[in-house]
């Protein structure tokens, strides 16, 4: 997979991608990420990105020429993997885990990273195939956002993840929370892990997990719960 992001911050990328499972995909040639400062796509002698939106909101705007240029030479560079543009932004729809499977079979995308009060709507309009939310906060930028969208959609490219830990039993795998998990050791002050676990019985822990995984999604998330008893109900 290919990612370019279109950033004003690229800094803000180093340690995250320098680390952990998003390194080890890099250096397995899995996935490989290029930071565009789109502030390099300026022509005045202030390298200016932002002005004041039209209709006389407080705030500023990423004005659409650098961001348009800047994803053209994105586009240009990736030509040969028909690459999608995402932006994330407040305006998105909410990412959830099928929309990070849909992007993970994707050979490209150009990631852009709104600033300020967000970005001229034409450039929206005409370049971006997709505006994705991380959820109902406001936040600073779509810098922290982006990185989101890289670590759930490189979990889950092919060849990342070993055996040991694969995506298959991860929380929302099945559209359920994850159960509660216990290691050593089994007393933890005054805590004994459930006997269950410790009975070598195969199928009643899983039957355990399960119906863990399912009282904590139904008291929980009643949103996920409604929408896997539906699933349960279409697959009977
Ligand atoms: C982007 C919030 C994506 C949530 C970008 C201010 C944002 C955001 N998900 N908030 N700029």
Redesign the pocket.
């Known amino acids: 997979m290919f990612f370019e992001i279109l950033t004003l911050f690229p800094g803000m990328f180093d340690g995250v991608f320098s680390d952990s499972i998003i390194k080890r995909a890099i250096d397995k040639g899995l996935v490989s990420i290029r930071l565009i400062n789109f502030r390099d796509f300026t022509e005045d002698k202030h390298r200016t990105v932002d002005d004041a939106p039209y209709g006389g909101d407080p705030g500023m705007l990423l004005m659409p020429e650098p961001l348009s240029k800047a994803i053209g030479a994105s586009r240009a560079h990736l030509a040969d993997t028909s690459p999608k543009v995402v932006c ?3 305006q ?1 729809e909410t990412l959830t885990h099928a929309m990070a499977e849909s992007l993970a079979r994707e050979r490209s995308l150009i990631l852009v990273c ?2 300020y009060k ?1 970005m001229d709507q034409r450039v929206i309009d005409k370049y971006v195939d997709r505006e ?11 810098e922290i ?1 982006a990185m989101i969208l890289v670590d759930a959609i490189t979990r889950l490219i092919p060849g990342v993840l070993g055996n040991r830990e694969s995506a298959g039993r991860d929380s929302f795998f099945n559209g359920l929370l994850s159960p509660p998990q216990y290691t050593r050791p089994e007393v933890f002050e005054d805590i004994r892990v459930p006997e269950i676990l410790l009975s070598g019985h195969h199928e009643n822990i899983g039957k355990w997990q399960k119906e863990q995984a399912e009282k904590l999604t139904r008291e929980r998330r009643p949103d996920l719960w409604e929408e896997y008893i539906k699933k349960l109900k279409v697959d009977s």
């Open positions: 994330l932004s407040a998105g709104g600033r967000g994705i939310s991380v959820g109902d906060y406001v936040l600073s930028g779509g956002p």
